[in-house]
Structures are given as structure tokens and as C-alpha cells.
T-cell receptor, first 116, second 111 residues
Framework: EAEVAQSPRYKITEKSQAVAFWCDPISGHATLYWYRQILGQGPELLVQFQDESVVDDSQLPKDRFSAERLKGVDSTLKIQPAELGDSAMYLC??????????????FGQGTRLTVV | GQQVMQIPQYQHVQEGEDFTTYCNSSTTLSNIQWYKQRPGGHPVFLIQLVKSGEVKKQKRLTFQFGEAKKNSSLHITATQTTDVGTYFCAGYTGTASKLTFGTGTRLQVTL
């Protein structure tokens, strides 16, 4: 069964350092999402791509976070510099499209980031 | 911006008891989805509702979409220990194209 791949699974970094996460969505899925989930809370959308274009990044802290999806396939989320408050699970998800009928989102295992 | 709230935040039941979680959006939704996240896991899609007043069932789970398409509920009949986890609703609004998750309800089931 096709899965969303994320790496690394775990990352410990010192504050002020740069960190990057990678996501490979299910083949053929046009929509890709990056969510941040703090323990005990719901996933918060950081950025949503439709193919290579950003659909929404209103919740992305653009002074330190950046995301790209070159060629509309895999995606990278970067944080520079990392802060203690960035410690969370970063989840990537993909769906066939965002046309409101085929929007079932498939999630990867996530990257758990700890900033020390 | 769009806000999606769920109540209760947490519920602890004994196996065999029923459970309901409610989802309320500040804006009208074009669809509503439900996900389950097991402890230590990632959200897994359960179902999608699209039509106003729609009701769908999956074995012991019953999902309902409100007439105004601003609220939804998930009801589990006769809970089992395998139902443990956090249940999230998520939806798109008609104007926004982003998938917004609710705050979640954590269900604990004991024997």
C-alpha cells in the first residue's frame, strides 16, 4: 500500500541551528500539506501546496520557516534558526486533490523535533 | 480565520459505554472529515461527509453532518479498548482551500 514517506523520524537540534524535513507524498497526489502538532493539540496547518504552488501559508512563520515543492512532487520544510518553541511533531500529508471531493489526507509517520 | 472546536476535550469511559464527540466550525464547511490518531501514531482518515444532514455509519461508529454544515458529531456505540485514541474532525470552507483540523477529543476506554 502506498505511503507518505517522511525523514528523519526524529531530530534533536540546538536552538539557533538550521533543520530540514523531507516528505515524499503518495504518487499522483497533487495536494501536499505540512502540519505542526504540539502534544495534546490538533494538527495546525503550516503550508498547503497544490502541485508546486502554495495554496495557503498564512500560519507559516515566514521569518524562520520556508517550504518548497519543486517539480510538484516531494517537499522540504526548513527552519532557520530553530527556537525552543519549535519542538513538536511535524506531519506531512497528501491527497489526490483539494477539489473537496477527493480530499482524504494520508499522513506520514511524522518527524519529531526537539530543540535544546 | 476559520476555527474548528471540539468538545469534550477528553472523555474516559468504561468498555461498553457509548461515546460522542461534537465538532463546531465558525464558518460553513463544504465537507467534514473525521480522523483517528492512536497514541504515538499519526492521524488516519475515517470518513468524509459532504451533504447537509448526512448520516453515515461504520459498524459501531455513526457520523452526522449538521443541516447548516457548521457542525458534526461522531458517536461510538458500546466502546471497546481498541477505540482508544484522539478523534479529530477536519474541514474545508467554501472560500478557503485549506484543510483545517479541530482541537480533538481524546478517548480513554478502560475495562
Amino acid at each position: 500500500e502506498a505511503e507518505v514517506a517522511q525523514s528523519p523520524r526524529y531530530k534533536i537540534t540546538e536552538k539557533s541551528q538550521a533543520v530540514a524535513f523531507w516528505c515524499d507524498p503518495i504518487s499522483g497526489h497533487a495536494t501536499l500539506y505540512w502540519y505542526r502538532q504540539i502534544l495534546g493539540q490538533g494538527p495546525e496547518l503550516l503550508v498547503q501546496f497544490q502541485d508546486e504552488s502554495v495554496v495557503d501559508d498564512s500560519q507559516l512563520p515566514k521569518d524562520r520557516f520556508s517550504a518548497e515543492r519543486l517539480k510538484g512532487v516531494d517537499s522540504t520544510l526548513k527552519i532557520q534558526p530553530a527556537e525552543l518553541g519549535d519542538s513538536a511533531m511535524y506531519l506531512c500529508a497528501s491527497s489526490l486533490d483539494s477539489g473537496h471531493l477527493n480530499t482524504e489526507a494520508f499522513f506520514g509517520q511524522g518527524t519529531r523535533l526537539t530543540v535544546v | 480565520g476559520q476555527q474548528v472546536m471540539q468538545i469534550p476535550q477528553y472523555q474516559h469511559v468504561q468498555e461498553g459505554e457509548d461515546f460522542t464527540t461534537y465538532c463546531n466550525s465558525s464558518t460553513t464547511l463544504s465537507n467534514i472529515q473525521w480522523y483517528k490518531q492512536r497514541p504515538g501514531g499519526h492521524p488516519v482518515f475515517l470518513i468524509q461527509l459532504v451533504k447537509s444532514g448526512e448520516v453515515k455509519k461504520q459498524k459501531r461508529l455513526t457520523f452526522q453532518f449538521g443541516e447548516a454544515k457548521k457542525n458534526s458529531s461522531l458517536h461510538i456505540t458500546a466502546t471497546q479498548t481498541t477505540d482508544v485514541g484522539t478523534y479529530f474532525c477536519a474541514g474545508y470552507t467554501g472560500t478557503a482551500s485549506k484543510l483545517t483540523f479541530g482541537t480533538g477529543t481524546r478517548l480513554q476506554v478502560t475495562l
